[in-house]
Nanobody, 118 residues
Framework: QVQLVESGGGLVQPGGSLRLSCAAS????????MGWYRQAPGAPGKQREL??????????NYVDSVKGRFTISRDNAKRMVDLQMNSLNPEDTAVYYC?????????WGKGTLVTVSS
């Protein structure tokens, strides 16, 4: 059974930084894409938003609102993906979900809450 476990969320002041990590475990076929999505709290009807993705070849993609502030990285051997978040603002407040795509299935973590507030 594949599991994704996120860590690193919490409360941070505007302008601050956080680093999210996600570790994948279990039997899975070749991982193609890893990434992070987010969903604002109290907005269950709002679609989960792509934040950043990274391929097995280290090609990255970011939503415009985080470009220049967030950096995604991965360790293929350890099956981990990190998201370094700098210059955080209140609009970044959300539950952040780790995402993993293999040739056979997509997987999601349970999410970690990031709150940006003074």
């Amino acid at each position: 059974q594949v599991q994704l476990v996120e860590s690193g969320g919490g409360l941070v002041q505007p302008g601050g930084s956080l680093r999210l990590s996600c570790a994948a475990s279990g039997n899975m076929f070749s991982i193609s894409v890893m990434g992070w999505y987010r969903q604002a709290p109290g907005a269950p009807g709002k679609q989960r938003e792509l934040v950043a993705t990274i391929t097995s070849g280290s090609s990255t993609n970011y939503v415009d609102s985080v470009k220049g502030r967030f950096t995604i990285s991965r360790d293929n051997a350890k099956r981990m993906v990190d998201l370094q978040m700098n210059s955080l603002n209140p609009e970044d407040t959300a539950v952040y979900y780790c995402y993993l795509r293999t040739v056979r299935a997509n997987y999601w973590g349970k999410g970690t809450l990031v709150t940006v507030s003074s």
